[in-house]
């Protein structure tokens, strides 16, 4: 009877063992944080299930800026990948985006405990709607480094910002070649001279007279904006045709790390004509795919004389989609002589639906047509199923050791 009872005690610590363990892996990390301030704290997505780097961790920053007060932790983020976050949760909690620097996105969440790693979920854009993700948020407390002794917000975000801007000139950099080799590349083709005069004074020509106009790409059957918008970069070049005319050249650019692959966008039709393969032009720039393709107007004019439409074949292997997608391109009012020239164009006209910053962080999926909503993924949600098995677990070993000793005693 004693060795019984010793059994179920011996089991009862074991199981009382196995719950600290995960408790203390889980939610208490080691602090080397002192005090209230500012800190610098490093941070890195990890995969769902193993420490392995996730995808997602390109489009973070690897420092985050940390505001400890009491016992509430403000956390910032820096991101460049605000073009494809439709939304965020850490710890079920909504990430919120507090301010754009160029490039770079800065996000907020809060804490109440120093805890790692975080859960971490994902809404990405694809060209017809979002693609759900999950990942872990690791923060390395015991590596935080204090900034400052203030607790203002204003201090906070000074401290995000030069975060940011320094990851955006790092990028600048990096590209600066990249964008140089394929320049030329982006341009249209035009066909050869027989003369090396001509072909010189012809190219004088074109560079003299070409202009940048923002678009943007909306909805085949509303006036907002298609998934697809935030895939076409929103400038196109336009430059004059042989034979009279003008060339408009559009491209579309997305990170390798969505995994759509490189031809994930295949344009079909543009303005009633269509877009023969040998005119798509598929590269990469840096940690992009890149695809060009263009179409023929008579003159300028034509870009504001009406919406243009449109038609891109969008493949996504994971959401089990290979389908074609109407849309149409809406021109600002004037083309620029250069590209930072068009993106100061004003506003393109009110009656066009925009994305404003707060409501890209809650709006829901949107699907191009109905085929699209039926193959969208279901709505990811944070569950605590592991406290509540640890829970359990608790409770049995509790049952046993009182039911051991009633038995035995």
Do not use: C
Not at 180 to 187: E, I, P, Q, R
Not at 307 to 328: A, D, N, Q, W, Y
Not at 354 to 359: F, I, L, P, R
């Amino acid at each position: 009877m004693k060795q019984v009872k010793w059994v179920l005690r011996l089991l009862g610590l074991v199981i009382a063992g196995i719950l600290a363990i995960n408790w203390s892996q889980g939610v208490t990390a080691q602090a080397a944080v002192s005090g209230d301030g500012i800190y610098q704290v490093p941070v890195k997505m990890i995969k769902e299930k193993t420490n392995a780097t996730s995808d997602a961790n390109q489009f973070f920053g690897s420092q985050a800026v940390v505001r400890v007060s009491g016992t509430q932790s403000t956390v910032l983020l820096t991101s460049n990948g605000e073009q494809y976050i439709k939304s965020m949760k850490v710890s079920g909690q909504t990430v919120t985006l507090v301010k754009k620097v160029e490039s770079q996105a800065i996000y907020q969440f809060n804490l109440t405990k120093q805890t790692s790693p975080l859960t971490a979920a994902f809404q990405l854009t694809t060209p017809v709607g979002a693609m759900n993700e999950k990942a872990r948020l690791a923060l390395s407390w015991s590596a935080a480094k204090k900034l400052s002794g203030s607790t203002a917000t204003t201090d906070l975000l000074t401290q995000a910002t030069t975060l940011a801007r320094a990851a955006v000139t790092t990028s600048s950099q990096s590209s600066s070649t990249d964008q140089a080799a394929t320049s030329s590349s982006t341009a249209p083709t035009t066909k050869e001279s027989t003369s090396t005069g001509t072909s010189s004074a012809e190219n004088t020509r074109v560079t003299a007279q070409t202009e940048y106009w923002k678009y943007q790409v909306l909805k085949s059957d509303q006036m907002s904006l298609s998934d697809a918008n935030k895939y076409y970069t929103g400038v196109a070049r336009v430059t004059p045709a042989d034979g009279g005319g003008y060339r408009v050249t559009l491209m579309v650019s997305y990170a390798k790390s969505l995994k759509l692959g490189s031809e994930a966008v295949v344009p079909k039709s543009i303005d009633g004509q269509p877009v023969a393969d040998s005119q798509v032009t598929y590269s990469e720039i840096g940690k992009n795919y890149t695809m060009v393709y263009g179409f023929n107007i008579q003159r300028t004019s034509d870009l504001t004389r009406s919406l243009i439409p449109g038609k891109i074949h969008v493949t996504v292997p994971v959401m089990s989609i290979s389908e074609t997608f109407p849309i149409r391109f809406q021109f600002a009012a004037s083309g620029a002589k250069t590209q930072e020239q068009a993106t100061g164009v004003p506003t393109l006209p009110k009656k066009t639906t925009s994305h404003q910053t707060a409501d890209t962080a809650t709006a829901p999926a949107t699907q191009a047509t109905p085929a699209a909503a039926k193959k969208q993924l279901p709505a990811t949600g944070e569950r605590s199923s592991s406290a509540a098995a640890y829970g359990v677990v608790g409770l049995l070993a509790g049952i046993l050791l009182i039911w051991g000793g009633k038995r035995h005693v």
